[in-house]
């Protein structure tokens, strides 16, 4: 078995911003795991402000390489040693399920036969009032029942006229609507504002207050007249038994998976069950990634929550880049399709 990795900067096609700032590139790295002549390609990428395992580019470097070292003397993954670096487990994981596949189709399901597409929100970026508004108008004409908007950046109240632009257009019924204040709201101000965005029909809000504040959370989650759903809160929480004390304290009523950032496929799959032994829904994103990762995440999002996926996934970034990596991803209307006949497009 040989491994090697190689960096790569990408550009998004206009600055994606949110409360934490605005991305203009994003660097990923391609993991390429290669046994008997077959080849299986993964992607290790972090956000720089966010993941747990961010660090220098040298030291990110020098831990691929000593991951791919490992993998070469013993066929195998170390799973354990890489809980702390999800997005590495992550891209190595990848790479040895395309192995295994023999393709870009990682699972087997109807998705990976192109027979079912998985349905995804639109997802409105943090700008000025104006350009909100614009990139809202073009999700919803391009046929998304789903939106998402990124809030926390520009003024709250301007955010709120927004909000209520769409409900006085569309019912709750025609538009589901999300919002993600990326903890930009503080425990002093998230109720006052969670009470103002309740009357026009929300269906979550993520992350309203910063990680790491469990009692100001777990407050907001018995109180909050709007479900709310935890992303940030879940980065670097990576025991299972650390998992299920976060789960039990805070109870939300939904949890946002990110393999990059929640403990690749496997750490997932381990949130995934400890919430739904409490009751507490999910739903899977990308977290920037490139077409690499977003197709993994596809597949893996397909064979744990489908056949028949009808609750929508935030897996709606394939066109995020000017300069994304070519796979058998499609978006129609409001879902993401595999088209197994362009099975080997990726360059």
Not at 252 to 279: M, N, Q, T
Not at 299 to 327: K, R, W
Request: a negative charge.
């Amino acid at each position: 078995m040989k491994v090697h990795f190689e960096r790569r900067l990408l550009h998004f096609k206009q600055p994606a911003g949110t409360s934490r700032g605005v991305y203009t590139t994003h660097l990923s790295y391609y993991v390429s795991v290669e046994s008997d002549g077959r080849v299986g390609q993964g992607e290790c990428s972090v956000l720089p402000d966010l993941s747990c395992d961010a660090m220098p580019e040298a030291d990110y470097e020098a831990l691929l390489a000593d991951t791919a070292a490992y993998v070469e003397r013993h066929g195998t993954i170390p799973v354990e040693a890489l809980r702390p670096y999800p997005s590495v487990l992550f891209g190595f994981e990848t790479a040895f399920d395309e192995l295994a596949a023999g393709s870009t189709a990682l699972s087997d399901t109807p998705f990976a036969r192109g027979e079912e597409g998985i349905p995804i929100n639109g997802l409105v970026w943090m700008g000025s009032f104006d350009e909100m508004y614009e990139r809202l108008e073009q999700k919803l004409k391009d046929g998304f029942h789903c939106v998402k908007l990124k809030i926390g950046a520009i003024d709250f109240d301007r955010e709120l006229e927004l909000v209520k632009h769409i409900r006085e257009r569309f019912s709750r019924d025609e538009v589901e609507l999300r919002v993600d204040a990326n903890g930009g709201f503080t425990p002093d101000n998230a109720m006052e504002r969670l009470r103002a965005l309740a009357p026009f029909g929300i269906h979550s809000i993520e992350q309203p207050i910063r990680q790491h504040q469990w009692d100001a959370m777990a407050r907001l989650c018995r109180l909050s007249p709007l479900p709310i759903a935890l992303d940030e809160e879940l980065i670097g929480v990576n025991s299972r038994d650390e998992k299920a004390r976060l789960l039990d304290t805070i109870r939300p009523a939904f949890i946002v998976l990110k393999p990059s950032l929640h403990g690749g496929i496997r750490g997932c799959r381990e949130w995934i069950a400890l919430a739904d032994e409490r009751g507490i829904g999910s739903w899977i994103t990308s977290a920037l990634e490139s077409n690499v990762g977003l197709n993994a995440i596809a597949h893996f999002c397909a064979s744990v929550y489908g056949p028949g996926i009808t609750f929508p996934q935030g897996l709606g970034t394939g066109l995020l880049y000017t300069d994304n990596i070519e796979m058998p991803l499609e978006i129609r209307g409001d879902r993401l399709w595999y088209n197994p006949a362009k099975e080997g497009l990726k360059a």
